[in-house]
Nanobody, 118 residues
Framework: QVQLVESGGGLVQAGGSLRLSCVASGIHFSINIMAWYRQAPGKQREMVARINAGGGTDYADSVKGRFTISRDIIKNTVYLQLNSLSPEDTAVYYC????????????WGQGTQVTVSS
């Protein structure tokens, strides 16, 4: 059974930082794309950052230079470091895993709320 469990969300002031964690069980990072998505109220879910099996990363334009995705293969954990946060970053952040040959995420976590106050 695959499980993705996020943590690390919370309330932070504008300009602050958070680090989100996603612990995965039942899958191995070396054969998956791991990604972070977010969904703000009234908006569609959007990809924020992803890391592939080889460690390559890419980011949404809106977070480049502020957010960093990383992983610890031994701990089966993927992280998202959020810096220079603004109220526009307020959303529920979801961890996802995409199996090989799948075009969209196969598994999702339950989400963690990030709220940035001005």
């Amino acid at each position: 059974q695959v499980q993705l469990v996020e943590s690390g969300g919370g309330l932070v002031q504008a300009g602050g930082s958070l680090r989100l964690s996603c612990v995965a069980s039942g899958i191995h990072f070396s054969i998956n794309i791991m990604a972070w998505y977010r969904q703000a109220p009234g908006k569609q879910r959007e990809m924020v950052a992803r890391i592939n099996a080889g460690g390559g990363t890419d980011y949404a334009d809106s977070v480049k230079g502020r957010f960093t995705i990383s992983r610890d293969i031994i701990k089966n954990t993927v992280y998202l470091q959020l810096n220079s946060l603004s109220p526009e970053d307020t959303a529920v952040y979801y961890c996802s895993a995409t199996l090989p040959r799948h075009n969209s995420p196969t598994y999702w976590g339950q989400g963690t709320q990030v709220t940035v106050s001005s």
